[in-house]
């Protein structure tokens, strides 16, 4: 029906009935020019409205005046769902997580009900944020979206690492912690030759902390002092030697001071773990020697202070140094940090269903989605903020460690004492005794 028509279907039946009548032609002017306008109104929705736009290049532009760029792969359809998402997370802020959850799941959404796919099992039918984002009771196998804010990082001690683990006597270095909490580190001490690695003993001079080691670490095997968070203490550690269960030879000290001697009775009730402060940590390794743990010549019976150190030509005073005894220990540090400023978003790939691909070498829809949800949360979210999607496949995991077992056996070398040395004297008789080693009485 046009608008002529819909005028006199309005008008009292005598003045509808006649088309030639005055009032019909008057009529047909107007409803030509509302014809016009509405062709305009129909022109304009189809160059700047983004659900009625069908050209390409006319859906480009209007995407241009919000900063949204389309991928080469993107039809019209695909664009405009990103589009849309993208634009009603920014106008809802786009820095909270409720906006990016909300944005993941109105994309993911759109586009398996445009595609006629499945990218994430069971997401379909969520209807709202806590039905995509956690565990359902009704649905045990449902694995959710998952948004974690300031994930956590393991670092390792470049430090360390540079020169390749290898620590001395009164050896000091900086680690620095740059996540939002402190922290605890794991520590990995390996045994070198001739039980050189004996009572080892690391310290965060920072937190005045220490723990150690009452035994020798042997040769070729690992010290594994890891944390092992007790209720209400997070510093609890346990220790392994190659699997082997260590942890009642660990002791640690709180409030330890350079110089100061430390007794059995200044030991923690259960080992603890040097804590990591935020920013730079100052760190030592030190052998200190303990009773009844056999490491003569291998460690110091009195505690180094602050002003001790390996003797290094024009740089150490004479009296404050030691002559150097080169790496005693192979030494390894890790810890996690909460990273500031930062949120990943996970995505279970588990499974995965979509049409067959036309060829073989052509990427799939679930590709295309992930290109596009990549680019999108790297703009989408406040100034500052690190930003990063995961997508986790499905994975089953089978822990493992690795051991060495020397296959010869290392002796303590005996040494004896030199004894006396005696010769036989007898008495003289005349041509029988030799002159020299007989006595006349």
């Given at each position: 029906?046009?608008?002529?028509?819909?005028?006199?279907?309005?008008?009292?039946?005598?003045?509808?009935?006649?088309?030639?009548?005055?009032?019909?032609?008057?009529?047909?002017?107007?409803?030509?020019?509302?014809?016009?306008?509405?062709?305009?109104?129909?022109?304009?929705?189809?160059?700047?409205?983004?659900?009625?736009?069908?050209?390409?290049?006319?859906?480009?532009?209007?995407?241009?005046?919000?900063?949204?760029?389309?991928?080469?792969?993107?039809?019209?359809?695909?664009?405009?769902?990103?589009?849309?998402?993208?634009?009603?997370?920014?106008?809802?802020?786009?820095?909270?997580?409720?906006?990016?959850?909300?944005?993941?799941?109105?994309?993911?959404?759109?586009?398996?009900?445009?595609?006629?796919?499945?990218?994430?099992?069971?997401?379909?039918?969520?209807?709202?944020?806590?039905?995509?984002?956690?565990?359902?009771?009704?649905?045990?196998?449902?694995?959710?979206?998952?948004?974690?804010?300031?994930?956590?990082?393991?670092?390792?001690?470049?430090?360390?690492?540079?020169?390749?683990?290898?620590?001395?006597?009164?050896?000091?270095?900086?680690?620095?912690?740059?996540?939002?909490?402190?922290?605890?580190?794991?520590?990995?001490?390996?045994?070198?030759?001739?039980?050189?690695?004996?009572?080892?003993?690391?310290?965060?001079?920072?937190?005045?902390?220490?723990?150690?080691f009452k035994g020798t670490v042997a040769l070729g095997r690992t010290l594994a002092i890891t944390p092992a968070p007790a209720e209400g203490d997070s510093q609890r550690c346990t220790a392994t030697i190659d699997g082997r269960d260590a942890t009642a030879d660990l002791f640690s000290v709180h409030g330890f001071t350079p110089g100061v001697p430390f007794a059995p009775a200044?030991?923690?009730?259960?080992?603890?773990?040097?804590?990591?402060?935020?920013?730079?940590?100052?760190?030592?390794?030190?052998?200190?020697?303990?009773?009844?743990?056999?490491?003569?010549?291998?460690?110091?019976?009195?505690?180094?202070?602050?002003?001790?150190?390996?003797?290094?030509?024009?740089?150490?005073?004479?009296?404050?140094?030691?002559?150097?005894?080169?790496?005693?220990?192979?030494?390894?540090?890790?810890?996690?940090?909460?990273?500031?400023?930062?949120?990943?978003?996970?995505?279970?790939?588990?499974?995965?269903?979509?049409?067959?691909?036309?060829?073989?070498?052509?990427?799939?829809?679930?590709?295309?989605?992930?290109?596009?949800?990549?680019?999108?949360?790297?703009?989408?979210?406040?100034?500052?903020?690190?930003?990063?999607?995961?997508?986790?496949?499905?994975?089953?995991?089978?822990?493992?460690?690795?051991?060495?077992?020397?296959?010869?056996?290392?002796?303590?070398?005996?040494?004896?004492?030199?004894?006396?040395?005696?010769?036989?004297?007898?008495?003289?008789?005349?041509?029988?005794?030799?002159?020299?080693?007989?006595?006349?009485?």
């Amino acid at each position: 029906m046009n608008f002529l028509a819909g005028i006199q279907a309005l008008l009292p039946p005598p003045f509808a009935v006649a088309n030639d009548a005055v009032l019909s032609e008057m009529l047909a002017v107007f409803a030509l020019e509302m014809e016009a306008i509405q062709e305009d109104i129909d022109r304009m929705r189809q160059t700047h409205w983004v659900n009625f736009a069908f050209q390409l290049v006319d859906l480009e532009k209007i995407a241009a005046l919000v900063g949204v760029a389309r991928l080469p792969w993107e039809t019209p359809s695909d664009f405009r769902i990103r589009l849309l998402t993208t634009v009603a997370a920014r106008l809802a802020g786009a820095i909270g997580p409720d906006e990016i959850m909300q944005f993941f799941l109105d994309f993911l959404q759109r586009s398996e009900a445009l595609v006629g796919a499945v990218f994430v099992p069971g997401l379909a039918k969520a209807k709202g944020l806590d039905d995509a984002f956690k565990p359902r009771d009704n649905d045990p196998l449902f694995r959710p979206l998952q948004l974690i804010e300031n994930p956590p990082r393991l670092r390792r001690s470049n430090t360390l690492l540079v020169k390749g683990g290898r620590v001395s006597y009164l050896e000091r270095w900086q680690e620095t912690n740059g996540g939002m909490e402190e922290t605890v580190p794991s520590l990995f001490i390996t045994g070198f030759p001739d039980k050189r690695t004996a009572t080892p003993v690391l310290v965060n001079l920072t937190t005045q902390e220490l723990i150690g080691f009452k035994g020798t670490v042997a040769l070729g095997r690992t010290l594994a002092i890891t944390p092992a968070p007790a209720e209400g203490d997070s510093q609890r550690c346990t220790a392994t030697i190659d699997g082997r269960d260590a942890t009642a030879d660990l002791f640690s000290v709180h409030g330890f001071t350079p110089g100061v001697p430390f007794a059995p009775a200044d030991f923690d009730a259960h080992p603890r773990l040097p804590r990591m402060v935020r920013g730079a940590n100052q760190w030592q390794y030190l052998s200190v020697g303990l009773y009844d743990v056999r490491g003569l010549d291998h460690f110091f019976f009195a505690i180094a202070d602050n002003d001790l150190d390996e003797g290094v030509f024009d740089r150490t005073f004479f009296d404050l140094a030691l002559f150097p005894s080169g790496p005693v220990a192979g030494l390894a540090m890790e810890w996690t940090e909460l990273e500031p400023a930062s949120f990943e978003v996970h995505v279970p790939r588990y499974v995965v269903m979509e049409p067959e691909i036309a060829e073989p070498d052509q990427r799939t829809p679930h590709e295309h989605v992930a290109e596009a949800l990549q680019l999108t949360i790297s703009k989408l979210h406040a100034g500052g903020v690190q930003a990063q999607v995961l997508f986790d496949p499905f994975v089953e995991k089978q822990t493992q460690s690795v051991r060495t077992n020397l296959p010869w056996l290392r002796l303590d070398r005996e040494i004896g004492s030199a004894g006396r040395s005696d010769s036989l004297s007898l008495g003289g008789r005349f041509s029988e005794s030799p002159l020299g080693d007989a006595r006349f009485e």
